[in-house]
Every structure is written in C-alpha cells, then in structure tokens.
C-alpha cells in the first residue's frame, strides 16, 4: 500500500517548520536552491585558545576558484564554479587579526585559522 501525503495530518505543519527556520537563517528562496553554502555547505567555526579556525565544505569547487576577504569581524568567502555559485558572509565568534590568516583548501574542505585580535590596547600617558 502506497503512502498518500495528503493523508498526512503533519505535513503543513513541518512545511511550514522549514519555511520559519529556512528565514531565520537568511535562506529566500528555501533549501535545495543550489545557492551554494545555505543549501549544501556545512560550516563550522571553532574558538581555541588563541586562534579562531574556521572549516567549511565546499563542494564541486576548485582551489583557483576561491576568493576570501575578512575584515577582523567576518569572513567573505566567494567562489564561482561551472556548477554553482558561493557568496558567504560568516560572522566570526571574537575579533581576529585578519593579516595573520593561514588558509589551506583539500578536497573541497577549506579550513581557515586566524589569531585572536587583542581585546584592548594600552594608552601610555605622557
């Protein structure tokens, strides 16, 4: 016997579950849209010690391709393949010396690591 979803009592319920949560995350046009990191990129961030690092897959995309700009808050991650299209903007957890990235790209994994931005700077007085 085959499932009819019409019958399904939850079905407009989860729907409408993924809409909310879809626009929570910034996501237009809902997952699956081949947008690039909110359909298929899963992006982690790890605060340590004295570094931030940053892992981020992304599929169907080569190393030439890639474009990264960070401004001490955020990270811009973009990269243009045949395929799709990626345009990222990634808020970083705490500010970071942007100069002192190191960033490595290996079989469509990017990690990149970034050294803690000091909290505050000291005034000397005359």
């Known amino acids: 016997m085959n499932r009819d979803d019409r019958d399904d009592p939850f079905g407009d319920l989860f729907e409408e579950i993924e809409r909310m949560m879809d626009r929570?995350?910034?996501v237009e046009?809902?997952?699956?849209?081949?947008?690039?990191?909110?359909?298929?990129?899963?992006v982690d961030t790890y605060l340590e010690d004295d570094v931030v690092r940053l892992v981020a897959d992304l599929p169907g995309v080569s190393k030439e391709?890639?474009?990264?700009?960070?401004?001490?808050?955020?990270?811009?991650?973009s990269a243009?393949?045949?395929?799709r299209e990626y345009d990222e903007?990634?808020?970083?957890?705490?500010?970071?010396?942007?100069?002192?990235a190191s960033a490595t790209f290996k079989n469509g994994v990017l990690e990149v690591v970034f050294e803690r931005?000091?909290?505050?700077?000291s005034i000397d007085l005359e």
């Open 89 to 100: 903007r990634i808020s970083l957890p705490v500010r970071v010396d942007e100069r002192s």
């Open 29 to 42: 046009d809902g997952p699956g849209d081949g947008s690039g990191f909110r359909s298929e990129t899963h």
């Open 80 to 83: 243009a393949s045949d395929r």
């Open 24 to 26: 929570m995350a910034g």
């Open 117 to 121: 931005a000091d909290d505050s700077a």
């Open 65 to 77: 391709d890639l474009s990264l700009q960070c401004d001490g808050e955020t990270l811009t991650v």
